[in-house]
């Protein structure tokens, strides 16, 4: 069965401190991997997303992820965290199952960005 | 640049309402979808549609619970005897291509059942 796991609800990071968030996947077929921001109580933003191209993938805001398929991993990154990326964030895999995509989260991890 | 839209933006209703949520998908898309998320959990899958008919369905989307394209453009999740439980974020997405694995999302419907 497929599933995403995100390591940690919460992640706290100074502001300017690197950010890491951690996504693990399983799947049995190549899947597409993506990052959604969530700022309260607004929708879902795409960050970045992973196709089967490049596996470094840069996204809006500064953020990166690498699909490490040896190790089922797609975290994201930032170098230095701003105040600005205090949100939600959630990874999502994607496969096509029965001729369509069905998009499966994570349980989220909250970001928060300290002075 | 295309976008999809939901409304209403947020609904209030008494508990064992009827509940319609309208999304109108991006207009060359073929996939539908509408997602839940209760407040502070994670985007739960609720149903798929494709080509006029449901494709899959979560253990959540139970028979209270109806979706339909009445017209080409809207796509309507219908709650037809809303719970306190039912109080959540829905949110509509939809799709073209299934070999980019991309969901577009709208900015949400948000459920308050009192």
């Known amino acids: 069965a497929q599933s995403v796991t995100q390591l940690g609800s919460h992640v706290s990071v100074s502001e300017g401190a690197l950010v890491l968030l951690r996504c693990n996947y399983s799947?049995?077929?190549?899947?597409?991997l993506f990052w959604y921001v969530q700022y309260p109580n607004q929708g879902l933003q795409l960050l970045l997303k992973?196709?089967?191209?490049?596996?470094l993938v840069k996204g809006i805001n500064g953020f990166e992820a690498e699909f490490k398929k040896s190790e089922t991993s797609f975290h994201l990154t930032k170098p230095s965290a701003h105040m600005s990326d205090a949100a939600e964030y959630f990874c999502?895999?994607?496969?096509?199952?029965?001729?369509?995509?069905?998009?499966?989260f994570g349980a989220g991890t909250r970001l928060a960005v300290h002075p | 640049e295309p976008e999809v839209t939901q409304t209403p933006s947020h609904q209030v209703t008494q508990m064992g309402q009827e509940v319609i949520l309208r999304c109108v998908p991006i207009?060359?898309?073929?996939?539908f979808y509408w997602y839940r998320q209760i407040l502070g959990q994670k985007v739960e899958f609720l149903v798929s549609?494709?080509?006029?008919?449901?494709?899959?369905k979560s253990e959540i989307f139970d028979d209270q619970f109806s979706v339909e394209r009445p017209d080409g453009s809207n796509f309507t999740l219908k709650i037809r005897s809303t719970k306190l439980e039912d109080s959540a974020m829905y949110f509509c997405?939809?799709?073209?291509?299934?070999?980019?694995?991309?969901?577009?999302f709208g900015e949400g419907s948000r459920l308050t059942v009192l």
């Open positions: 997405a939809s799709s073209h291509l299934i070999n980019t694995g991309e969901l577009f």
């Open positions: 799947s049995s077929v190549p899947p597409y």
């Open positions: 992973y196709t089967s191209a490049a596996t």
């Open positions: 999502a895999v994607t496969f096509i199952s029965g001729g369509y995509n069905k998009l499966i």
């Open positions: 207009s060359n898309h073929l996939y």
């Open positions: 549609f494709y080509n006029n008919e449901i494709s899959e």
